[in-house]
């Protein structure tokens, strides 16, 4: 399957090599591991501020290829989805899933061998199970006060 995200002609080894803050649009962009994790509606417990995932999945997250249907254009669409950036990392890596390439680099730590930019396969992601590929709700189907029955236990 060809990738959806654009990961050629990037420095070698850029995750390794270069500050978040250094790297370029396309590295950046490219950092994504296509899980569609972060596109899982979350539930803030507000008296721990835990954050909890849910099964419930954003209007535009494509349950197959985990990817956004309308990336470009989203916040036309969501205009509460939150762009990822080098400086707001800081403020957003505590709440991103735990394998998410953006918080594990921000925390020092290395990317996981099935990272399409290591495996050079986009769907090593989703053979590893570290995908929401086929076990997503959509939000239209489940209301808001119903998120609370598809919340995920244990870490994501
Ligand atoms: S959780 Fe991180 S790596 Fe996974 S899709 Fe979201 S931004 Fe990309
Ligand atoms: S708008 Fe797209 S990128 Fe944003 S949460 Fe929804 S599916 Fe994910």
Redesign the pocket.
């Known amino acids: 399957m060809k990738d959806p995200i654009a990961r050629e002609g990037l420095r070698p080894k850029f995750w390794e090599r270069v500050p978040l803050k250094n790297l370029t649009p396309r590295e950046w962009e490219a950092l994504c591991d296509g899980c569609g994790k972060?596109?899982l509606n979350k539930l803030e417990d507000p008296d721990t501020a835990e954050i909890a995932f849910t099964r419930v999945a954003?209007?535009?997250?494509d349950d197959e290829t985990c990817h956004?249907?309308?990336?470009e254009i989203?916040k036309q669409?969501?205009p509460e989805?939150v762009v990822l950036t080098p400086k707001n990392i800081g403020d957003i890596a505590y709440w991103m899933p735990s394998t998410c390439a953006y918080r594990l680099l921000y925390e020092g730590k290395a990317l996981y061998d099935w990272h399409p930019l290591i495996s050079g396969d986009p769907e090593t992601v989703h053979e590893a199970g570290v995908s929401v590929r086929g076990w997503t709700v959509p939000e239209f189907e489940v209301d808001e006060d119903e998120w609370e029955d598809h919340i995920i236990e244990g870490d994501l």
């Open positions: 972060c596109c954003c209007r535009l997250l956004c249907a309308q990336y989203r669409f969501v989805c």
